[in-house]
């Protein structure tokens, strides 16, 4: 009896499940980056290379912006830093059904479009503030739109710790306070810097917000940039959101230094169930 033929199976490589992800990142992020570096490093008549559309950073207005847009993106940072924290402990601490529940209250508000989050912080807190304390309300909009992205990998960073770090702790004789110190709050350092970069980079580039809740005394870089897009000053906004871009990537590897820093770089020992370290 003749055998049957073996059907050939074809073997896919790892690599090829990233292609669909790397030929979107080259048409929305790469293409567009290279896009802006065109229109920022040249002139809008003639094509050719010039520095002048960065001249809009000698007037000191412009840094004068580029401060206050800092400050609140700091701002909103550092509340949602503080609210999140505590709240991620206290999350942590519950049954896994029970966490999961109060989590999704925090996360659902995330379901609804953006804007219209925003319109509801004007109806509620614009008669009492009141319009012309444009920050104030803009800080408010922004720690309330950005919260969640502060809270869950906070969250996520302090529920997956090893249990046994802090048991070791005690055992050791150190109080809350210094196992918070010297166990807890390192090793939730990296989510407390994807929080911080998740809310930070937006906060500080942001416009739309400002534009609802805050008033024409408070203009943010973000205004400013979408400003001279809108009138079709290409040359020039290129030019602010490149010089925004290379402050972000400052702040990304300040982040990631700082979290090589503070975070232990001392991998668990084998012995006693990988509770002491080694380094």
Known sequence: MKKSPRKKHIAFKKEFFALPYTAISIVFVVVPLLILLYYAFTDKYTGAFTLSNFSLFLDS?????LGISFLM?????VICLLLAYPLAMALAKLKSNSAFIVVMIFVLPMWIN????????KLLFGDFIGIDKGFLLSLIGMVYDFFPFMLLPIYTSISTMNKGYFEASNDLGANSFKTFVKVQLPLSTPGITSGILMVFMPAVS?????DILGSSQYWLFGNEI????QKSLYNTGSALAFVMLL???LSVYFSNSLNKIISPNSKPSKKNGGVVNEK
Not at 61 to 65: E, S
Not at 73 to 77: D, H, I, M, P, V
Not at 114 to 121: D, G, T
Not at 206 to 210: D, G, K, S, V
């Open 114 to 121: 953006s804007l219209l989050r925003i319109y509801s912080v």
């Open 73 to 77: 993106a700091l701002s909103t940072t």
């Open 247 to 249: 402050l972000i990537l």
């Open 61 to 65: 207005a412009i840094w004068k912006i």
């Open 226 to 229: 979408f400003y001279w897009f």
């Open 206 to 210: 942001t416009f739309a917000i400002n």
